[in-house]
C-alpha cells in the first residue's frame, strides 16, 4: 500500500514559516529535502503583488533537483494570507528523489497547516511553472469552490476532468486528481506485476497504488479485493482462447456496498480519468467490468466477458416465395 513517506518537517522550516505567515513580507519559501527533513533552503521577500514576484521562481529551480515552493497569494481568508503549494519534480531528477517529493507533499501541507494553503500545482518543467498556467488551472477549480449538491459535485466533477500527460509522461496530471508516480511505475510495470490495485486518496485528492502484485488466477484477484473501500484494478489476464494464448487488460472497479457514499461517489467519477491516464502509460483497456463484491468476479464469468459465445445461425432449406397478399395462412390474433 502506498502511503506518505514519513519524511518530517523540520522545526526550523515550522517556525519560519510561521513567521512570514505573521509578518507577511515574505513572498516565498523554498523547501527541499535534506538529511531525512523538509527544510527551508531559500526564501524571497515581496517586491510586487503575486503575479509580478512569480516569476522570480524560476530562478530558483533546477533542472535535475525536485523542490517544493510555497508561494504567498495577495489574497486572503480568516488565517490571513492564502498560499499556493508548488511541487516541483523534474523528469531529468533521480527517480528515488521523484517518488519521495511526490509521496512527501501531503504530509507538509499537514504539517504547516493545511488551512493556509489555498491551492497547490504540479510541474515538471520549468515551463509549468507560471502565472498563466496557474490562472488556467484555478478557472477551472473553481466550479467546485461553490456549495453543490451531491448529484451536481459528481456531475460537475465528471465533466471538467481532464487529462494532461505534460511532456515525458512521468507525471499523470488530471484537473482534480493527478496521479502518483508509484501509480504510473506500477502500471508501466504490469507486464511483471500483472495486477494493478489504485484507489483516490480524498484527503490528498489523488489516484494513489494501493497494491501491485503478480496473480496466477482470477479468484487470486478476487481475493485481495477490498471488502470495504472501492478501487480500481487492472489485471492482465493470460489464459488460453482457441489454442492461443492472449493477454487482454481488464480494468475492474471495485465498489463495495459497504463502501462510504463519498467513497463511491469519487471513485466513480474518477474511474474515467484513471483508465485514460493508464492509456497514456501504453497500458489498453480492453475490457471493463464493475463488481460490488468479491463473489462477483470469477474465472466463468470474466472469459464470457470476453469471449462470448457466438449465436449459430440455423440453415433452412430451399427458400420460400412469400405469399401474396391475401393468399397466406390467416394470423392469429390474441384477443383480450
Keep these: 500500500m502506498s502511503h506518505a513517506s514519513g519524511i518530517p518537517v523540520a522545526k526550523s522550516l515550522d517556525v519560519s514559516f510561521g513567521e512570514a505567515r505573521e509578518a507577511g513580507n515574505v513572498r516565498f519559501i523554498k523547501v527541499q529535502i535534506v538529511n531525512d527533513e523538509m527544510v527551508q533552503t531559500a526564501a524571497v521577500n515581496v517586491q510586487g503583488n503575486a503575479e509580478e514576484d512569480f516569476p522570480k521562481l524560476q530562478d530558483h529551480l533546477q533542472r535535475d533537483m525536485p523542490c517544493y515552493l510555497l508561494y504567498r497569494l495577495d489574497s486572503k481568508n480568516d488565517h490571513g494570507y492564502e498560499w499556493l503549494l508548488i511541487s516541483f519534480v523534474p523528469d531529468g531528477s533521480p527517480v528515488k528523489s521523484r517518488m519521495l517529493y511526490a509521496s512527501s507533499h501531503a504530509l507538509l501541507k499537514r504539517e504547516l497547516g493545511l488551512t493556509y494553503f489555498s491551492d497547490e500545482i504540479h510541474g515538471s518543467e520549468a515551463s509549468d511553472i507560471t502565472w498563466e498556467l496557474y490562472q488556467q488551472h484555478d478557472r477551472k477549480k473553481g466550479v467546485s469552490d461553490a456549495p453543490l449538491t451531491q448529484s451536481e459535485v459528481s456531475r460537475n466533477a465528471a465533466a471538467t476532468m481532464e487529462i494532461d500527460m505534460g511532456h515525458t509522461r512521468e507525471y499523470v496530471h488530471s484537473v482534480l486528481f493527478p496521479m502518483s508516480m508509484d501509480a504510473v511505475s506500477a502500471l508501466k510495470n504490469l507486464a511483471n506485476n500483472n495486477v494493478v490495485q489504485l484507489h483516490v486518496d480524498s484527503e490528498k485528492e489523488t489516484i494513489e497504488l494501493l497494491s501491485a502484485f503478480s496473480a496466477g488466477s482470477v479468484q487470486a484477484v478476487a481475493d485481495k479485493l477490498p471488502t470495504d473501500n472501492p478501487c480500481f484494478v487492472f489485471f492482465e489476464y493470460e489464459h488460453e482462447h482457441q489454442g492461443e494464448t492472449v493477454r487482454p487488460i481488464v480494468f475492474i472497479y471495485s465498489c463495495p456496498q459497504s463502501a462510504k457514499v463519498k467513497a463511491k461517489m469519487?471513485?466513480?467519477?474518477?474511474?474515467?480519468?484513471?483508465?485514460?491516464?493508464?492509456?497514456?502509460?501504453?497500458?489498453?483497456?480492453?475490457?471493463?467490468?464493475?463488481?460490488?463484491?468479491?463473489?462477483?468476479?470469477?474465472?466463468?464469468?470474466?472469459?464470457?466477458?470476453?469471449?462470448?459465445?457466438?449465436?449459430?445461425?440455423?440453415?433452412?432449406g430451399n427458400f420460400n416465395r412469400p405469399s401474396r397478399p391475401g393468399r397466406g395462412r390467416p394470423r392469429m390474433t390474441r384477443r383480450r
Excluded at 493508464?278 to 483497456?285: D, E, S
Aim: charged share 30%; aromatic share 0%.
Design 266 to 316: 469519487l471513485h466513480s467519477t474518477v474511474k474515467s480519468a484513471a483508465i485514460e491516464a493508464a492509456g497514456g502509460q501504453g497500458v489498453k483497456v480492453e475490457k471493463k467490468i464493475e463488481v460490488s463484491e468479491q463473489s462477483d468476479l470469477n474465472e466463468s464469468d470474466l472469459l464470457l466477458e470476453l469471449h462470448p459465445p457466438t449465436r449459430e445461425v440455423e440453415v433452412k
